[in-house]
Structures are given as C-alpha cells and as structure tokens.
C-alpha cells in the first residue's frame, strides 16, 4: 500500500539508472539487461586465496599481495573486477538506496559461492557490519541485503546478531594502503558467541580491496572460536 503510494508521488525512472536508456520489457529497473551484461564476471586463473584475477604472466597460484600476508580467512570468492559497470551497480546499491540490486547481485554471488569447492561446508553466513552511525545514515547494510540473499537461496542461516563495529573506519577505498589494517584494526566484536563456536562460516561484503577488513572480522570470529572462515564478495578490486 506505502509502496503503491510512494510510486504515485515518486514514479519510478523510466530510463536505467545507468546507461539511461529507455527500458524494454525484458528490464529489471532500475539497471537495464544491457548494462548488466556489461558487468566483467571474473575468469581463471585466479589467486587461489583472495580470487583476485591473476596476469597471464603471473607465475604461481598465489599473487602478489597474497604471498606477503596471512590471514585469518581461509579463501575470497568474488563476483566481478570493482569497474566498469559492477562498480556503478555497488554505488547505487550503496549510495543511492537502490537496494533492490542487493537481490540479482546475490543471486549471481550465491551462484560464485556454489562454484567453490568448499561451499557445502559452510554452516552460517555473517555479513560484514556497517557501524550504527552509518547503518542509521543509510537505514540498511548492503552487505548484510546480499547475505540474507545468499542465505535464502543456499538455506544457510544468516546471523546479523554475532558480528558488530565499534569502530568508526573511513571507508576502505579512502585510505592509502599502508594505513589500511591500521584502519580497521580493533573495529569489530563478537556477540552471541554460541552461534559461531566450532563453526564454518561465510563472510560476505560487497568489495574486497586489501582483504584488511575481511582478515579483522575473521579474526575477531576465530578469537570466538569460529573453525574455517571464508568470504565472498561482490567484486574485488585493487
Ligand atoms: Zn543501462
Ligand atoms: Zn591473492
């Protein structure tokens, strides 16, 4: 009934919100097919890792970045390259309170987690929180949207009450790399602990940058008594 209202005195656009083309009937406002084909899905060889896409050249199954860190997540399963189209998509979703994206963007990550050989041995998803402040600035947690996606389509529980951030972190991308795990660092806690001891759990976050945040909240969660920890993401980037 809101939702009817609101449409009346807010009728949706009737161009995509990206490319700004006129939508056909084939569309899923407000990102038209064309544009979501443009999103660039991440291909083999890819870092075994983090997921990251790997050089042709690149010699080994590890990169870079990864070879120099450990980390307290096992592996990163991630959708796409943070660019192009995908990264217009995650600004909308994130700024723009488009978040009905959170919907065809977790079912195309929920499919990337089925690829993973590891993906029947989890047991919870635990989406990565936004401190309240922010939540309260944006009324949802994307990532917590694409978590709740996943879990519905993959009958995994998803639980929003374990993993908190008491820290106010600039946003990642923000931050010089140097200064990234110092950023982070202390930012979260665990609450309701039974609900994570000795278990497998997924991380999901929309991108994965350094994996600095990841690697605290994994951390956080080992500290509680988490057995493996992995993570998903709806793009990786550098
Ligand atoms: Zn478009
Ligand atoms: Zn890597």
Known sequence: MLGKLVDLLYPPSPYCSICGEHYTKWDQPPVCRYCWEEV??????????????????HKGTICTQCQRHTYHFKKNCALGAYDGAL????????????????????????E??????????????????????????????????????IGRLLHITVCEDVLYRYKRTRPQSKVIHDQRFQNVRNAFRVKNKQK???????????????????????????????????????????
């Open 40 to 57: 660039i899905k991440i291909r083999e060889p890819v870092c075994r890792i983090c997921g990251k896409p790997l050089g042709l050249t």
């Open 87 to 110: 990264r217009e998509i995650l600004h909308l979703l994130k700024y723009k309170n488009k978040k009905q994206l959170a919907v065809p963007l977790g079912e195309l990550l929920a």
């Open 112 to 149: 990337r987690v089925t690829e993973q050989p590891w993906s029947t041995a989890v047991q919870a998803i635990i989406p990565v929180p936004l401190h309240w402040q922010r939540y309260g600035q944006r009324g949802y947690n994307q990532a917590a949207l694409l978590a709740q996606e």
């Open 196 to 238: 994570v001891f000795q278990k497998t759990l997924l991380l999901v976050d929309d991108i994965y940058t350094t994996g600095m945040t990841l690697n605290e909240c994994a951390g956080v969660l080992k500290a509680a008594g988490s057995d493996s920890i992995y993570s998903a993401t709806v793009a990786i980037g550098c």
